[in-house]
């Protein structure tokens, strides 16, 4: 008898969270229909590697729309190598639906985030909270790994332009993407973009 009132509790919550965000099972093709991003990234230049030692090389930036799947940067990186990602600006306000979010956080809904958790298994990382900014190497989801560690400052207290991510040192090598963690097929409601700064520190 208790394991049928946790089950239902559980489904309950589950419910309550897919009406709450909007997020049914069905999927729907990716599109940016909801977003001022084109669906498709510009066309990248040829890959480079950012070098220390000079300024210029050592750093570069992209933008990242939460309505892409897969957010290509022309960056080659090697394992071993160091970064740091920054967010110099965030040019649409990251919403899942009509979620509140953040890149850093993911959603911001405590409610949310709990109940977020009976369904973790379908987020493409399970790295990273639902809808926070997830880096991966050469568009493999199995490679993928957290931007920024989540912050306690409220949304008001939030300083865009001082969202820096810890040093993030390379598994493997590889060609940098990113992406908004949601679940395939659930992109076509996505909102949000920012500029993201990609710096070689080692």
């Not at 093709?29 to 070098?51: G, I, N, Q, Y």
């Not at 298994?121 to 989540?150: C, H, M, Q």
Request: some cysteine; aromatic content about 10%; hydrophobic content about 35%.
């Amino acid at each position: 008898m208790l394991f049928i009132l946790r089950s239902s509790g559980s489904l309950t919550l589950l419910l309550l969270c897919l009406i709450l965000t909007n997020c049914s099972f069905i999927l729907k093709p990716d599109t940016c229909e909801c977003s001022h991003c084109p669906f498709e990234s510009s066309p990248s230049p040829e890959l480079k590697e950012l070098v220390i030692g000079t300024s210029k090389l050592a750093e570069d930036e992209v933008e990242v729309c939460a309505c892409r799947p897969w957010n290509k940067s022309p960056i080659k990186v090697e394992q071993g190598q160091t970064y740091i990602f920054s967010i110099l600006e965030e040019t649409e306000e990251w919403v899942d639906g009509s979620v509140a979010a953040t890149p850093e956080n993911g959603w911001l809904n405590p409610f949310l985030k709990f109940g977020g958790a009976t369904f973790a298994f379908l987020k493409r990382s399970d790295k990273a909270n639902w809808y926070a900014l997830v880096g991966t190497l050469d568009s493999s989801d199995a490679d993928s790994f957290v931007i920024f560690e989540p912050s306690r400052k409220s949304d008001t207290d939030r300083n865009v332009s001082l969202i820096t991510s810890r040093p993030i040192t390379i598994a493997r090598d590889g060609e940098l993407y990113f992406y908004a963690n949601d679940m395939k097929g659930r992109y076509f409601n996505n909102k949000g973009a920012l500029r993201l700064q990609i710096k070689r520190i080692k």
